[in-house]
Nanobody, 123 residues
Framework: QVQLVESGGGLVQAGGSLRLSCAAS????????MGWFRQAPGKEREFVQA???????YYTDSVKGRFTISRDSAKNTVYLEMNSLKPEDTAAYYC?????????????????WGRGTQVTVSS
């Protein structure tokens, strides 16, 4: 079994920064990609950014130039660096693992999920 645990969320003012972490533990696995999704109250879960096993990154247009995904394979950890945060970035952020390709941004194709970490951006 694989466990994903997010951390790093919090309350920040607009224009500020946060770095989310997602630590994977459990049985050894090599997912096709690791991704970040977010969900605001009353809204659907939304793809944010992902990084494939080969290092290819994917992002949604609304975070282009502001968010950066990275990973530390030795630590089995994926990061989401979020800069220039806006109130509309407020959501619960989830880490997820896509076990096999091809790459997709469809959330229910991702097999393993963390419990999420809350990000709140005040105006």
């Amino acid at each position: 079994q694989v466990q994903l645990v997010e951390s790093g969320g919090g309350l920040v003012q607009a224009g500020g920064s946060l770095r989310l972490s997602c630590a994977a533990s459990g049985r050894t696995f090599s997912p096709y990609a690791m991704g970040w999704f977010r969900q605001a109250p009353g809204k659907e879960r939304e793809f944010v950014q992902a990084i494939s096993r080969s290092g290819t990154t994917y992002y949604t247009d609304s975070v282009k130039g502001r968010f950066t995904i990275s990973r530390d394979s030795a630590k089995n950890t994926v990061y989401l660096e979020m800069n220039s945060l806006k109130p509309e970035d407020t959501a619960a952020y989830y880490c997820a693992a896509l076990i096999s390709g091809p790459f997709t941004t469809v959330w229910n194709e991702f097999r393993y999920w963390g419990r999420g970490t809350q990000v709140t951006v005040s105006s």
